[in-house]
C-alpha cells in the first residue's frame, strides 16, 4: 500500500508521520469500502425494486431486527476504534518533550518570522537539527494565520492574542514547505516559508554566523535574494502591477504622492525609512499594512535591497 500512500501523502519527514499516515490511509480505505458497498448495493435496489418488477409483489417486512442491529453496531464499533486511534496521535502532537529546543514563530501579513533562543531573527526561513525534538511557540501580529507543514504532518492556528504550539522531530535533512493555511486576506498564498533539516553542526555553524546568507554576492543579487526571502514580493511587484504596496518599478529617484498630499523624493533615505518605519510615509492610495524589518535586516541587508531597488528600473 505503500505505492498509494506516496501517491496521497509527502514524504514523511518527522516521527508523527509514522503516527499519522497510518490512521489516514485506515480512512481512505474505510470510506472506499463503504463508498463502494453503499454505492454498490444502491444500484442493485434500483435495478431488483424496479417498477413492475416480480419481487415487489406481496407485501413489503416493516423491520428486520438483526439487520438494523448489524448496520448499528458495526459503525459504532468503527468509530470508537477511530476515536482512540485519533485520541492517541492528538495527545502525542500536543505535548512537546521537556528537552526540546524552542523556536519563536511569528505570523504577519504575509510572512513567517522565526526567532532563535540565542536571539538570532530569520524571515521565511527555519533551520533545525535533525532528530531533534523542537518546540514551536507561536503568535500573530494582526489576523488569524495557520502554520502548516504537510511534511511533518502538522498543522496549527496562529493567533493574535495567545500563544499556541506544536512541536516536531525531523527525522532526516531535507527541505519542508511551510504554508499559511488560514485565509489571511490577499497574498495568503504567498505566505510560503521552509524548513531546512540539517545535521547538528550545520546547524551550530548555522546559528554562530548569525544566520548571515549571501556573503560575497554582489548587493544587487544580495537584494534580489532578500526581496524574494522576506516576502517582499508578495506585496511590491517589479513590473508595475498594483498589488497590496506600491510596485518597484521605476521608484527609484521619483516623486511620491503620499496619503497627506505631500510630495517627497523615493531616495535612499525615503526607501530606508520605508523598510524600517513602514508607517510613517504612506504612499496616496494604500493602506498602511506593512509590518517594519527593524531588527531583521542587517545594514549590508538594507543597502543590497535599495541597490536593487535602484535597478528596477
Ligand atoms: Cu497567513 Cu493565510
Redesign the pocket.
Known amino acids: 500500500m505503500s505505492w498509494l500512500r506516496d501517491l496521497l501523502v509527502p514524504p514523511q519527514g518527522s516521527t508523527f508521520a509514522h503516527e499519522v499516515d497510518p490512521l489516514f490511509m485506515f480512512l481512505v480505505g474505510l470510506t472506499g469500502f463503504f463508498f463502494l458497498l453503499i454505492a454498490g448495493l444502491t444500484g442493485w435496489f434500483i435495478l431488483r425494486y424496479r417498477r413492475g418488477s416480480r419481487v415487489r409483489r406481496g407485501v413489503a417486512p416493516t423491520h428486520n431486527t438483526a439487520l438494523e442491529l448489524l448496520w448499528s453496531l458495526i459503525p459504532l464499533a468503527l468509530v470508537v476504534v477511530i476515536f482512540f486511534w485519533g485520541v492517541q496521535g492528538y495527545i502525542s502532537a500536543a505535548v512537546p518533550p521537556a528537552d526540546a529546543l524552542e523556536i519563536k514563530v511569528i505570523?504577519k501579513?504575509?510572512l513567517w518570522e522565526f526567532q532563535y533562543p540565542n536571539g538570532l531573527r530569520t524571515v521565511n526561513e527555519m533551520r533545525v537539527p535533525v532528530n531533534k525534538p523542537i518546540k514551536l511557540v507561536m503568535i500573530s501580529e494582526d489576523?488569524?494565520?495557520?502554520f502548516y507543514v504537510p511534511g511533518f504532518r502538522i498543522k496549527q492556528d496562529?493567533l493574535p492574542s495567545r500563544y499556541t504550539q506544536l512541536w516536531f522531530e525531523a527525522t532526516q535533512p531535507g527541505v519542508h514547505s511551510v504554508l499559511?493555511?488560514?485565509?489571511?486576506?490577499r497574498s495568503?498564498?504567498d505566505?510560503l516559508a521552509t524548513i531546512h533539516v540539517v545535521s547538528q553542526e550545520e546547524y551550530q555553524q548555522w546559528l554562530e554566523a548569525g544566520g548571515a546568507v549571501g556573503e560575497g554576492l554582489p548587493l544587487s543579487e544580495l537584494g534580489r535574494l532578500v526581496y524574494e526571502r522576506y516576502g517582499c514580493d508578495a506585496c511590491h511587484s517589479l513590473d508595475g502591477t498594483r498589488l497590496e504596496g506600491p510596485s518597484l518599478r521605476g521608484v527609484f529617484g521619483k516623486p511620491v504622492l503620499l496619503a497627506d498630499g505631500q510630495r517627497v523624493i523615493a531616495d535612499e533615505n525615503y526607501l530606508r525609512e520605508s523598510i524600517l518605519n513602514p508607517q510613517a510615509k504612506i504612499v496616496a492610495g494604500y493602506q498602511p499594512v506593512m509590518p517594519t524589518f527593524q531588527g531583521l535586516l542587517s545594514e549590508r541587508e538594507i543597502n543590497a535591497l535599495i541597490e536593487f531597488i535602484k535597478e528596477q528600473k
Open positions: 505570523g501579513r504575509w489576523v488569524i494565520h495557520s496562529v499559511c493555511a488560514e485565509y489571511c486576506g495568503h498564498s505566505m
